[in-house]
């Protein structure tokens, strides 16, 4: 291989650990509810102060030793991947793998199989999991749901209405979060369910000097036809008429600006008042999901083009019905739709159903999406603040947030501080104790060993030393936890310290994943000019 450079044994391990140390170093300072700050130095955007592990990841492109740089991007990867599917949790992962990692190294250098340690050690993640699952328990109250938001956020206000929006919309509710009007947080709730698209044309707010137009009693037809055919929209309309309808919501792609004139004149409003929107997706998954969900909510039959249908075969029967609607130019909805409510039940049955099997994060966040409308509960968080940099910072923070705080009404919670992985110690202790194979013993010992690293890591965070509080966690009931807010060692749950089941579940198995197969790693190449990624 021309132009390279291959490092072998021992000097791959010692390589690897420095860079995976220093990048994990840069992280774990940020684990706990008093994170401190990592500052970059960013020549673009000025001095950065950072307390999200993944972002501080992402920010490290490069250590100065090319060798020790390869451990360090190997960690960066798994760190943001953590980041990205679980929204929260790096900064535990970070503790977990450097314990694993360091431990598993000097079992090598001793005379350990790698390949037979990783096994084990994979076998022991699933004992983790089996152990968090029995402490796994659903939170309820806004208070509580606060408290699980701050953790992720750490801004009390936020956490607060992020709590009060859970509470009330529950666990498939549709969030969405907008930059806000002001310096203030503010929120909104909405009966019934909206989608991005709008009006087709502002002039038809301009006609009435209104921001938004509501109908009442709606007649709601359903395309992804472009309209572009005077007599199709005369046959539209005639069928609208027809059914009884004074109001029409036209759903389509697009419309001739001829014939949104015609919409305009006396002759047509005498008769109806049309409203045209659009959808404001452009991907056939989603367009045909929006089709599907409104013709449920409506009781219509959407015309499809792919299906080879036109308007001109619309009848009475296809159109759907709903008790009120609006549009304005960014966004359309409607409330109280007459679809058969049996259907709108096996609908969301099915995309539940979905939801659960589905591993694709992009389809499972598509059906998250679906599933709040189609319960129709709703609500819009404008994030504000002084200056755009603090706007679009405290937004990224609270899309963040809530997709924890969605885990955790989903997902159940776990009690916090370290506490629930420590749990998990007598287990793997167990399960040492009972082998005779040398790989399996140390792999459950070095896991046993490592489920100390969270909480020990928390309490130096806090500015205390473990060794004066861990002796009275071990020996206290199930649940028993330092709170860093009082300096005492209290109840997790009947205290509020508490963290997301599935995110302490995903970090913990991404941690012990990595790190076994980090383990493996036997020899280094280096080629002048490696190709480039964009992920993270």
Request: with cysteine; proline share 3%.
């Amino acid at each position: 291989m021309p132009n390279s450079k291959v490092i072998f044994q021992p000097n791959t391990a010692d390589c690897l650990q420095q860079g995976v140390n220093q990048m994990l170093n840069a992280i774990i300072p940020t684990l706990g509810p008093f994170p401190r700050m990592v500052a970059f130095d960013n020549t673009a955007k000025g001095l950065e102060l950072l307390d999200d592990g993944g972002t501080i990841a992402r920010r490290i492109i490069q250590i100065p030793n090319r060798d020790a740089d390869m451990g360090a991007m190997y960690v960066r990867q798994m760190l943001w991947q953590v980041r990205e599917n679980l929204g929260d949790g790096t900064a535990t992962a970070a503790v977990l793998f450097k314990a694993i990692f360091n431990e598993g190294l000097r079992l090598i250098a001793a005379g350990g199989n790698a390949m037979r340690l990783r096994h084990y050690l994979e076998q022991g993640a699933k004992i983790i999991q089996a152990e968090l699952d029995k402490q796994k328990f659903q939170v309820e109250g806004k208070e509580n749901l606060a408290g699980l938001a701050e953790t992720t956020c750490h801004d009390p206000e936020l956490a607060k209405m992020l709590g009060e929006i859970f509470d009330i919309i529950g666990e498939h509710g549709h969030l969405e979060v907008r930059f806000g009007r002001s310096r203030k947080l503010e929120r909104e709730y909405f009966e019934g369910m909206y989608w991005k698209g709008g009006l087709t044309s502002p002039f038809m707010l301009t006609q009435i000097g209104k921001s938004k137009i509501n109908l009442e009693n709606t007649a709601v037809f359903i395309t992804d036809l472009a309209l572009e055919d005077k007599n199709d929209l005369q046959h539209l309309l005639q069928v609208a008429i027809e059914s009884g309808a004074k109001q029409l919501l036209l759903l389509v792609q697009s419309i001739k600006d001829d014939l949104l004139g015609l919409l305009s004149t006396d002759a047509v409003k005498e008769k109806i008042q049309v409203v045209p929107v659009k959808l404001g997706v452009y991907d056939g998954p989603k367009i045909v999901a929006a089709l599907e969900d409104l013709a449920i909510l409506t009781g219509g039959r959407p015309v499809v083009r792919a299906a080879g249908q036109t308007a001109q075969s619309v009848t009475v029967a296809d159109l759907g019905h709903a008790r009120r609607a609006w549009a304005d130019l960014k966004y359309f909805g409607l409330s109280g739709g007459k679809g058969d409510p049996r259907k709108l039940r096996q609908h969301i049955y099915e995309c539940r159903a979905a939801y659960e099997s589905s591993t694709n994060e992009n389809t499972r966040e598509l059906l998250q999406t679906r599933i709040g409308k189609l319960m129709g509960g709703s609500a819009l968080l404008w994030v504000g603040g002084a200056t755009e940099i603090e706007i679009k910072t405290r937004k990224e923070i609270a899309e963040r947030s809530a997709r924890v705080l969605r885990g955790a009404v989903t997902g159940g919670v776990l009690p916090g501080g370290g506490t629930a992985v420590l749990a998990c110690q007598t287990a793997l202790e167990e399960k040492a104790a009972a082998s005779t194979i040398f790989e399996e013993k140390a792999a459950y010992q070095i896991l046993a060993k490592a489920m100390e690293a969270p909480i020990n890591t928390l309490i130096r965070n806090g500015g205390d030393k473990p060794e004066k509080y861990l002796g009275q966690i071990k020996q206290g009931a199930a649940g028993t936890v330092f709170d860093m807010r009082s300096k005492q060692v209290v109840d997790a749950i009947a205290a509020g310290v508490l963290d997301v089941a599935d995110v302490q579940k995903g970090a913990v198995e991404r941690a012990i994943r990595a790190a076994s197969l980090a383990l493996t790693v036997d020899v280094l190449v280096h080629v002048k000019n490696p190709a480039h990624s964009t992920e993270p």
